[in-house]
């Protein structure tokens, strides 16, 4: 996603068999807990911008300034389909300083690396 013109990649790990949940931004981890019976909900912010993972059941929703970040997304894709007269050329988001190197995914592994196996470890 872009926030303010910046990357930024957020991903959400879950283990059911361990309760284990961990969040990475941009391939480093940032928060880690193990906990069963109970929703998840990890707030955090970005800049200015106030961000929320919440468990819905066996779904979880991303959150951005209180918007479901699905919304903000579709709304973003409709815009890109249609060009006003007028309007200055999009510029492109920029990679964030710290999420440079884009070959890494969660966990810093690299993308289409074998990612281990979250079920026995706790």
């Known amino acids: 996603m872009s926030l303010d013109s910046i990357l930024v990649t957020i991903e959400l790990v879950c283990s059911h068999f361990s ?11 940032v928060f880690e807990t193990q906990k069963f019976g109970t929703a998840f909900q990890y707030p955090f912010q ?14 979880f929703e991303l959150r ?9 997304y ?3 894709r409709t815009k890109e389909a249609f060009i006003y007269e007028g ?3 999009r510029e492109e988001p920029k990679a964030d300083k710290e999420s440079s190197n884009d070959s890494l995914g969660y ?12 079920q026995g470890q706790t």
């Open 19 to 29: 309760g284990k949940k961990k969040v990475y931004r941009d391939g480093r981890l």
């Open 74 to 76: 579709h709304m973003d």
């Open 87 to 89: 309007e200055p050329p």
């Open 107 to 118: 966990g810093n592994y690299k993308k289409g690396q074998q990612v281990p196996d979250w």
């Open 46 to 59: 970005i800049g200015p911008h106030m961000l929320n993972i919440v468990q819905h059941g066996d779904h």
């Open 64 to 72: 951005v300034d209180n918007q479901s970040f699905s919304h903000l």
